[in-house]
């Protein structure tokens, strides 16, 4: 029997877009100043100040205390934010194993593909795991994981016709590591 709730973790983690890279980043560099990570990351100051205040709200991130030292980083992990920073590593990890660029991920796309690796594999069933979720944002997620080559969809031919999803082995992969 899957499970019927969603992992709160891996909600959190697919809020924003690059979450799971910075959070990886982070942790892989013990911190980092923000230039270091646009640089690092490759994307706009505008995306980055908006996941570091995310992080922050969250509780994961916060501004170096001894901040001032050239060497010293800007933004560290908090140690709530080392827990999220590990798992976050995993995914992008496997991210980069399938072949997907960081910040590839949409809000929903980690629930999703953690949701069908448990054994949700019709519609319905997956928008009564991801409640807050609206039907077209599961559908749209869906479609964008089924481009990216990560779910397949089966059309069972019944009155009236439904869907099955189930994933790939590229999506195996990335909902083993989205269950660590």
């Not at 030292?69 to 992008?92: C, D, K, V």
Request: with cysteine.
């Amino acid at each position: 029997m899957p499970s019927s709730l969603p992992d709160p973790l891996l909600l959190q983690l697919g809020s924003h877009r690059w979450l799971v890279p910075l959070l990886a980043d982070l942790a892989a560099h013990r911190g980092a100043r923000f230039v270091e990570l646009i640089h690092r990351l490759g994307l706009p100051r505008d995306s980055l100040t908006r996941t570091l205040e995310a992080a922050a709200t969250i509780g994961w991130v916060q501004r170096n205390p001894g901040h001032g030292h050239p060497l010293r980083p800007e933004y560290i992990l908090t140690q709530t934010g080392s827990a999220a920073a590990a798992r976050a590593g995993t995914i992008a990890a496997a991210q980069t194993a399938i072949g997907l660029p960081p910040g590839a991920a949409t809000r929903w796309s980690l629930p999703l593909v953690a949701g069908i690796g448990a054994g949700h594999d019709r519609f319905n069933a997956l928008s009564r795991l991801l409640v807050p979720a609206t039907p077209r944002a599961l559908s749209q997620g869906l479609s964008a994981l089924g481009k990216r080559g990560l779910v397949r969809r089966e059309v069972i031919d019944m009155r009236p016709p439904t869907s099955r999803y189930d994933l790939t082995r590229s999506g195996q992969l990335l909902a083993e590591a989205c269950a660590v």
